[in-house]
Structure formats: C-alpha cells, structure tokens
C-alpha cells in the first residue's frame, strides 16, 4: 500500500492514505505523536511510522470515527475524550468495521490537557458537534491547529450524522473554540482530517481549505440555518452512512450537511 507523505514541517508530516483520509505524525525531543490513523484495511501502519521516527509513538484520536481509529490496535498509549461513548455501544461496533477495538483502554482528553513530546507540546481542545467527543489538537511548536473532522475539511462539516449535536449547541462549540485559538494568538495553520476532500464543495471550486475566515464563516451559518434563513437544499446519501436526513447548505467559504430535525 502506498501513502502520500509530505513533511510540512521540519518534525510535522501530513500522511494520506488510499481511502483520502489525512493524519498526522508530530516528533518532539522525547517522542512522537500520531493525530488519527486514517484507514488501511487488512495493513498496518506503525511500519511507515517508524521509517519517519524511531521515537515512541503515541495515539491522539480527533474522535471514534471509522476513518481515524482503525488502527489504534498498533498503539500502546491512546488518547480520545470519552465523551465519544456517547455515541453508543452499536454505533461505536459499526465504525470499528470488524476490528474489536478497546475504547476503556484509552486515556480521555479534554480541553486544556498537555501531551508534552519535549520541545513540543500538545493542547487539547474539545470541539464536539460533529460527534460529541471530537477535539482538536494544537501544536504551539509549530502553529497548527489539527481539527479532524470538527469543522469539516475540504467540503464541510457533517452535521447529520447519528450523535452530531444541535446546530444551535454547535454554535456555542464553534464560539468557544474561536476563542480558544485567538488566545493562542490566531495565527495557525489548519490541517483537517481530509485535507484533499474536495466532495460536494460548491463554494471553492475543488478543494476548500480550512482557515480561520471560514471558521468565522461557519459561525454565520450555523446561526443562518438554525434561524430558518437557510434552508438548504436535500442531498441523497449512501444508506451505508447511516444518516439521518441530510440538507446541504453554504454561507460564505463555509458548507455543512445538516438533518433538519436537530437544529
Ligand atoms: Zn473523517
Ligand atoms: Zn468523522
């Protein structure tokens, strides 16, 4: 299997997988952290790792989502909010796609949580919506914010999946987090969990690149779609995908998929 693997940073990479998910491998002076896993069926991962690092690797989970954990079964030291128990014992089975995966082995993490790589540390920061235990991950080093799947990546947030929070619940997360990076200084770049996905993007042509503007953006649409000043329009889903029903809509550089029933 081949990855695509781009060092955007002296000690930060960006690894793509084959099924477009991105993930991120950050070393500091003691060890190294891996922000998702992306999905390789059927291989593992920790071989590539270590032809980047010879550090100890630890996991950071954006959230408990097929594409991001598959393979944190290579990982001794796992972190993920628990929060993301929320989503259910069947819907957490359904993403581990036939692995048997130990989500009570993992350490939680939530807002203000330090993982220190030496010369390098980590902070966390919940941003739930998306699913309730979603956090990014930001590397003051380097001046990255790693979002997962929080505000989207290339082609909107999901906000119709089963467990996604309330728009109007979202807007005070995305209010929250705003804050949060501006008392970093607001200057960071945005790496998403799909940093190439540019599916269903009608705003930007091809793919639309996160940033604080759209950040700002998608503010005004959270709060434009739960008033009733946009509706949006119905967008046929895969039936595998276990959406509810799913609306597109767009302000700005920002897009969501929405279930009109949880505004
Ligand atoms: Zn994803
Ligand atoms: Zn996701």
Redesign the pocket.
Known sequence: MAFDIVKIRPQVWRLWDAEKSSFYLVEGAEKAALIDTGITPGSQILPMLRSLTDKPIELILT?A?I??FHHMDEFDTVYMSHEEFKLGEETLRYMMAGKDLDLAATRHITTGDVIDLGGCALEICDVPG??PG?VAVYDGRDQIIFT??AIGSGCGV?MQ?PGSSSLRDYEKTLLRFMGWLLEKGGDMDFWG?HCDQSWGSRQVPGFNPLSMGLLADLIDLTRRVYRGEITGEFVEMDPQLRNREARYAAWGRAEMLFDPDNL
């Open positions: 959230h989502h594409d991001h998306h699913t979603s997962g799947d999901w999946l969990g």
